[in-house]
């Protein structure tokens, strides 16, 4: 079984990861895979010419450093239970991302944190979320 987890860090997130390594622990043949996405300068900035080279490749230099962060805290949890954890990282609409990477990696389960009550827009889950919920290819969980 391949489960993909989504993190950005949140509490929510980390919440998700342990709930994976829960899941990894039930079965050796689990492998689980931590996805950070982060944006790109094209998506954020649509308009010709807003976007030099130079700006995404400063982005992309901001995102590997936020992954880092993010890879580091995750791992830090499977390691605690002696289980490994995979990591990638994509750019993009998040929800996009995720669901695309399920779909190509053919993973069986994605394991997502649920943003909670921020806004209207994600009055019962997060935007993110609640995308992945209705574009995933897989069974979805979200954890709270």
Not at 75 to 98: C, L, M, N, P, T
């Amino acid at each position: 079984m391949k489960i993909l987890l989504a993190v950005d860090g949140s509490e929510n997130s980390m919440r998700a990861a342990r709930q994976a390594l829960r899941l990894s622990k039930l079965n050796p043949e689990v492998a689980v895979t931590a996805l950070y996405v982060g944006p790109s300068c094209y998506k954020l900035f649509p308009e010709p010419g807003v976007c030099a080279w130079l700006q995404q490749k400063e982005l992309d230099q901001e995102i590997e450093a936020r992954a880092e962060k993010v890879f580091a805290a995750v791992e830090k949890i499977f390691r605690a239970e002696g289980q490994a954890v995979a990591a990638a990282v994509e750019r993009g609409d998040a929800a996009e991302a995720i669901c695309r990477l399920a779909a190509e990696g053919q993973f069986d389960l994605i394991v997502i944190g649920s943003r909670g009550f921020g806004d209207i827009k994600s009055l019962f889950l997060g935007s993110v979320s609640h995308k992945v919920l209705h574009l995933s290819p897989c069974p979805v969980m979200i954890v709270r």
